[in-house]
């Protein structure tokens, strides 16, 4: 997938394009489908499957938590389901200042050569979010390009939105998570130095700053699974246990976000004096919440309760396999 993060440097292919429009923030099962179907169409009249979305601000949107992904994370998950073109700049002006006319007539239709539009049901688009469905509609087929208007993805009756699976990751609700994003809520990641306490402790961990951008799960101890092209030829992914929070036990006066992540019955590799590569990147899955961070009175309190939290870990992956 090619990605033009500045709309001046997207030139569409001759045929033209069937083009994606959308946040798709979490790149959830209605994203994933919406997105899905672009693709579908694309093939079926010989146009080039493409997407816009905008870039993620550092900065979480005032209205919200934090993303559900980062602005990687977000372009990986769009080029697994097969879009050719992403166009991806910043929420920014002049582009944010367009009026909803400009920004379908003079962009996506003169300029991006779209010969087919794939919006939600709920997209809202141009100035002041001024525009809808119903003017995307009219607007396409007065110009004899295609809208098609996707209608909500629903999940025991309710419309999958990413708003609400903000809500249920910031609650440590990560099972529903993973049911309306259509996979499990992961982070992705390049360890950091940690403080070698788990080492000492009997439980290393591989270490992680939490991104700025991304929604913050509940601060506790989680089942989860990990995997790099690290582990390739060992496994693809391996069960691990997992504290996200600040480590009040260890550090009582930290405030900074972090993840540290023991692999259940760690795998020789890591094991081994073999070092990981500073760019090797991680993902961690959140497969299930197993308890609140909490502060222990001593070191050897944390670490009985953290053999209890890996019993846990082990009962959760045995139950739902792999």
Not at 75 to 82: K, M, P, R
Not at 118 to 139: I, M, P
Not at 174 to 181: C, I, P, Q
Not at 184 to 207: A, D, H, Q, Y
Request: proline residues 7%; negative net charge; glycine residues 8%.
């Amino acid at each position: 997938m090619k990605i033009f993060r500045k709309i001046e440097e997207f030139t569409p292919p001759e045929k033209g394009i069937a083009l994606a429009l959308g946040r798709f923030d979490g790149v959830h099962a209605g994203h994933t489908a919406l997105i899905a179907r672009t693709v579908e169409l694309a093939h079926r009249h010989d146009l080039s499957p493409s997407c816009f979305s905008f870039f993620n601000s550092e900065t979480p949107d005032p209205a919200n938590p934090g993303w559900l992904t980062t602005s990687d994370e977000k372009a990986a998950l769009i080029s697994e389901i097969g879009i050719e073109y992403l166009i991806y700049p910043d929420f920014a002006p002049p582009l944010i200042d367009l009026s909803p006319l400009e920004f379908l007539e003079t962009l996506v239709i003169d300029r991006w050569k779209a010969g087919l539009i794939v919006a939600g049901y709920d997209y809202r688009f141009g100035k002041n979010r001024a525009g809808d469905t119903d003017l995307l509609k009219t607007v396409s087929e007065r110009h004899g390009v295609i809208p098609v208007i996707f209608e909500p993805v629903l999940i025991d009756g309710v419309p999958v939105k990413s708003s609400a699976i903000r809500e249920m990751i910031s609650q440590g609700e990560v099972g529903n998570a993973t049911r309306l994003l259509g996979k499990p809520f992961s982070v992705t990641g390049k360890i950091v130095e940690g403080r070698k306490l788990g080492i000492k402790m009997g439980f290393p961990t591989l270490n992680f700053r939490w991104p700025v951008s991304k929604v913050a799960p509940k601060f506790g101890v989680y089942a989860v699974r990990i995997g790099s092209e690290f582990f390739e030829g060992q496994k693809s992914s391996c069960d691990a246990v997992a504290n996200f929070g600040v480590s009040p036990t260890i550090d009582p006066g930290n405030k900074t976000m972090g993840l540290e992540v023991h692999v259940l019955d760690s795998i020789e590799i890591l094991n081994s004096n073999k070092p990981i590569p500073s760019e090797t990147v991680f993902k961690i899955e959140f497969i299930s919440f197993i308890r609140p961070e909490e502060k222990f009175d001593s070191i050897e309190e944390l670490t009985k309760q953290i053999s209890l939290d890996c019993d846990s870990a082990r009962s959760i992956f045995n139950k739902i396999g792999k």
